[in-house]
């Protein structure tokens, strides 16, 4: 069974950076996409940004120009580099592997990990 490995979650200070790794177990042939997803309670899972095998990327409004989405295919790892971080981006990100088609369809989970933007 595939597994992916969220890492690099933490406590940052407004504006500050992070970033996130997800590693999978092993290839997926299947699957031609990965994703970061966050989420807060109470609130639906946010989709963040995407990156197919072709190298498409595609980010949510409210993360363009601060977040970027890349791969290692060497080490079958996504990252998700984060700046200029804001309180309100306090959530659970998780990692997730799927197919696009025009739309993302996460069909793989990692377990997220707790990302804290607080002073």
């Known amino acids: 069974q595939v597994q992916l490995v969220e890492s690099g979650g933490g406590l940052v200070q407004p504006g500050g950076s992070l970033r996130l790794s997800c590693a999978a177990s092993?290839?997926?042939?299947?699957?031609?996409?990965m994703g970061w997803y966050r989420q807060v309670p109470v609130k639906e899972r946010e989709l963040v940004a995407t990156?197919?095998?072709?190298?498409?990327?595609n980010y949510a409004d409210s993360v363009k120009g601060r977040f970027s989405i890349s791969k290692d295919s060497t080490k079958n790892t996504v990252y998700l580099q984060m700046n200029s971080l804001e309180p309100e981006e306090t959530a659970v990100y998780y990692c997730?592997?799927?197919?696009?088609?025009?739309?993302?369809?996460?069909?793989?989970w990692g377990q997220g990990t707790q990302v804290t933007v607080s002073s």
């Open positions: 997730a592997a799927g197919r696009n088609s025009g739309s993302f369809y996460p069909r793989l």
């Open positions: 092993r290839i997926i042939f299947s699957l031609n996409a």
């Open positions: 990156t197919t095998t072709t190298d498409n990327t």
